[in-house]
């Protein structure tokens, strides 16, 4: 895990940069795809738990810090996809080689549906309740949608990653 | 055994991961801290992504939104046009009414000076309506200060730095804004629906007369967060539930909210 760390830091920090520079602005009906939530649960779906959790930390605080929201629920709802998606890694379901084609789009589609709810639950919990006044079932399909496209590269990318890590130790 | 070791690991880093996100959410000072630092570790990705994404960013968007594009120019050259107009018709009748203004020490944002910004970026999140804009402190803006664009109320700034600032839009769900209209003697509070929503006026009497089209301008009541005067919104529909003792308004922002490229700060600060 150790040896794969800095290089999914670094995949992190790329993708929070895509996020802030060129999703933000390329929106879908208005919404913007969340891929600081669809990294770590790709991430999870390899089956390493502690990466997930750690691109999950860092991708969330990193958005966190740039948007005008309750700090904190973008990170909280990354670490919720991420435990979920690397438990169902560990037991193999969503695996690219084994599973079927469609398994890890659906699963990431069924993250990105439930995202924007749970940030909307999360943010109810930090004494939020404004949150649910936007257009949060908009956001849900859009975000579905973008992670079912998106799943199998982000998935294998996540995969390289983490494989560098056992690579190295081999 | 393996399994064990490494369901405790996630474990730990979850409740360190809750722990560390608790502690800088309730302290400010740090957050603000850590917000500059994480701006400083990410600009440089922010930059090179920039650099090579964004023409591709552009393309796609041009691609995708061209027809949008050719009718939004097409309604701005129309738009120009009789602003034009108005502006040549209606000089005399502009001069008359900030001398009225004066003369009834109302705010009124013909006379109150303003800095021009340049919109720099649009808020990364679906859940906070916000703009980041090219000027800050060193050009007189400050919290609080009330921003118009496109011919009504775009929202108010809510952080500075030197050399930019935040504005939340009236769109934004945690944004409201004290309006009136007709002849002023009732006020409504207007909250914004989320990025793609519009805006609404909730429990409003039933007594009150008020009719798809009226326009709602700023009160400026006492301790008001923004001058009186500014246009606001126009109402596009009155929802009323059978037996309910009041109605809710459904409306449409003044300014085009979604077109922002160029706006206005009114060196204005609320009253305490």
Known sequence: MRRALVPAVVATLIIEALQLTVLSSLRIEGVVVMLVWLWPLAMGLTGFTSLALVTALVAGVFFDTHANTPFGLTAVVALVLAYAASRLGREGVGDLDSAAWWVTPALAALGGFVAPMLYVVAGAGALNFNLWRGSVLMMMFINAGAFFVLARPMTRLARTIANVGDRVRR | ?272
């Open chain 2, 1 to 272: 055994m393996a399994t064990d070791r490494s369901r405790r690991r996630a474990w730990t880093l979850g409740v360190v991961a809750a722990a560390i996100l608790t502690v800088l959410a309730l302290t400010g000072g740090v957050f603000s801290g850590l917000r500059s630092v994480a701006n400083a570790v990410v600009t440089p990705f922010n930059w090179t992504v920039n650099e090579v994404a964004r023409p591709i960013g552009h393309l796609f968007s041009g691609a995708i939104n061209y027809s949008d594009v050719v009718a939004q120019n097409q309604k701005l050259r129309y738009e120009l046009g009789q602003a034009q107009l108005k502006s040549n018709e209606s000089w005399p009748l502009q001069r008359q009414l900030q001398q009225i203004s004066t003369e009834l020490d109302v705010p009124y944002v013909g006379s109150l000076p303003t800095v021009a910004a340049q919109v720099t970026t649009l808020s990364p999140t679906n859940f906070a309506a916000t703009v980041n804009i090219s000027k800050g402190r060193d050009s007189g803006i400050l919290v609080g200060m009330p921003v118009v664009a496109n011919g009504g109320l775009v929202g108010s700034v809510i952080a500075t730095s030197p050399e930019g600032a935040t504005v939340r839009l009236i769109s934004d769900v945690n944004s409201s804004v004290g309006v009136t209209f007709g002849n002023g003697s009732v006020s409504l509070v207007v909250t914004g629906r989320g990025v793609n929503n519009g805006l609404s006026a909730t429990s409003v009497p039933l007594s009150t007369p008020i009719t798809p089209g009226t326009k709602l301008a700023t009160n400026g009541l006492n301790g008001a967060l923004y001058p009186p005067g500014l246009p606001v919104a126009k109402v596009a529909s009155v929802k009323l539930t059978p037996g309910a003792a009041t109605y809710n308004l459904v409306l449409r922002p003044t300014a085009d909210l979604r077109h922002l490229l160029y706006l206005d700060v009114v060196l204005w600060e609320p009253t305490a």
